[in-house]
């Protein structure tokens, strides 16, 4: 389905000329709504919302501040808001840049306004893609990335990375150390790519304590050794000096009995990729879950690599 803008704006020959450039320009990679009435706009807003508003601001400034409303009491936040204004008044557009993603003037180019539209998308996506907590590319890069693999008949390795007993951290330690504990870990990982790959790599975060890089195939074991060695390293800047001398938690399990948990450890399944050796994203993820399962088994930091051509 192509996204969809909505545009309201005025009926004047300035804006006829929009409306036939912008059809002629965008028909074919947008569906462009154009809408002359604030309440169709706003009922259409709340109940069909689209992927992008471009406003005329001076038309109907009580409507903009409904859109505004709309957007934040009913979770459309992600939808970008392009403000069509008639000058440039510097004051008035410092006090809208907490709730417009962009705006454009009434007789600029054409073009020009086109590329808002595309940047504000490409904004967008980059900021709804991007994990809060790491500031990594998230699911959709990493499948757009994987999906380009396989286009391309790329020989790399991937390594699906994540912590071992992390649950068990946050339980004890609680989740702004947990949360500290990643983004450790995502340091790591940045920095032993960067040191060991240089150019070439990809590094993404899945989620929580998931993350997955791509580099050369031939670099893939010495990557996931380097990582090993700087969590190791690291590990106990992030433990209690009792937990780090014991070697282990003590803690209730499910049932609220004490036992012995080890300590966070730090799992790499390395997936070698080959021409022509998956067809698609779901065979690489079946892979990666069963290196996962066995690595996952071994005790402590460790990786194991799927050779299989």
């Not at 409303?69 to 000058?87: A, M, Q, W």
């Not at 991007?130 to 998230?138: E, I, K, R």
């Not at 009792?242 to 012995?260: S, V």
């Amino acid at each position: 389905m192509p996204k969809t803008i909505y545009l309201f704006l005025k009926k004047d020959k300035v804006f006829k000329k929009w409306k036939e450039q912008l059809l002629s320009e965008l028909k074919d990679k947008y569906l462009l709504k154009f809408f002359y009435s604030s309440k169709s706009l706003l009922e259409s807003f709340l109940f069909r919302p689209p992927n992008m508003v471009l406003f005329y601001y001076e038309k109907d400034p009580l409507a903009f501040e409904q859109i505004i409303s709309l957007k934040k009491n009913f979770n459309l936040t992600g939808i970008p808001v392009i403000l069509v204004v008639n000058e440039l008044d510097f004051k008035f557009l410092i006090n809208k840049a907490e709730v417009v993603d962009d705006f454009v003037i009434i007789h600029e180019d054409l073009k020009k306004v086109i590329l808002r539209i595309e940047y504000a998308f490409k904004r967008i996506e980059r900021i709804s893609d991007t994990n809060p907590l790491t500031g990594l590319p998230g699911n959709t890069s990493i499948s757009k990335c994987l999906e380009k693999i396989l286009k391309e008949k790329q020989k790399v390795a991937i390594g699906y990375v994540d912590l071992d007993n992390f649950k068990v951290y946050n339980d004890v330690y609680g989740f702004l150390k947990g949360d500290e504990l990643i983004k450790n870990l995502a340091r790591i990982l940045a920095t032993t790519l960067n040191e060991k790959v240089g150019q070439g790599y990809f590094l993404g975060h899945i989620g929580g304590d998931d993350f997955v890089f791509v580099v050369p195939i031939e670099k893939g074991e010495e990557v996931a050794k380097e990582i090993i060695k700087k969590f190791e390293a690291t590990l106990p800047i992030f433990l209690k000096e009792e937990d780090l001398k014991r070697g282990y938690f003590i803690t209730k399990d499910r049932q609220g009995h004490l036992g012995q948990i080890p300590l966070p450890s730090v799992s790499i399944a390395l997936v070698s990729i080959y021409p022509n050796k998956f067809k698609h994203l779901g065979e690489i993820s079946q892979r990666a879950a069963e290196v996962k399962a066995l690595v996952k088994k071994m005790p402590g930091s460790n990786y194991f690599i799927d050779r299989r051509k």
